[in-house]
């Protein structure tokens, strides 16, 4: 079993930066693909990025593409978002998940057994 605390949310301008953290409890940590999803009010959970069990392949939505980088350190059970060129439109909760994406299914909820409580990131225009 895997639990996730996420961390690093908060108020930031347009064009700024954050760096979201995900701690990870657990042995079987490195077994696992990870990644990251943002909720806003009112919608469906979205897809944000997604790293493999090793790190060596990454996903990224292409809503952040090219603005958004995932990286995981499996020695210290951590996996992080670095958020540039923030938007408004990012504002959302941000979840990490941990799954083994059977069938290849890293950018569906459906793809992830664990999920954290959830960082706000709030970006003002």
């Known amino acids: 079993q895997v639990q996730l605390v996420e961390s690093g949310g908060g108020v930031m301008q347009a064009g700024g930066s954050l760096r979201l953290s995900c701690a990870a409890t657990?042995?079987?940590?490195?077994?696992?693909?990870m990644g990251w999803f943002r909720q806003a009010p009112g919608k469906e959970r979205e897809f944000v990025a997604a790293?493999?069990?090793?790190?060596?392949?990454?996903y990224h939505a292409d809503s952040v593409k090219g603005r958004f980088t995932i990286s995981r350190d499996n020695a210290k059970n951590m996996v992080d978002l670095q958020l540039n060129s923030l938007e408004p439109e990012d504002t959302a909760v941000y979840y990490c998940g941990a799954g083994r994406w059977y069938s290849g299914t890293y950018y569906s909820v459906d793809g992830y057994d664990y999920w954290g409580q959830g960082t706000q990131v709030t970006v003002s225009s």
């Open positions: 790293i493999t069990r090793n790190g060596k392949i990454t």
């Open positions: 657990g042995r079987a940590f490195s077994t696992y693909g």
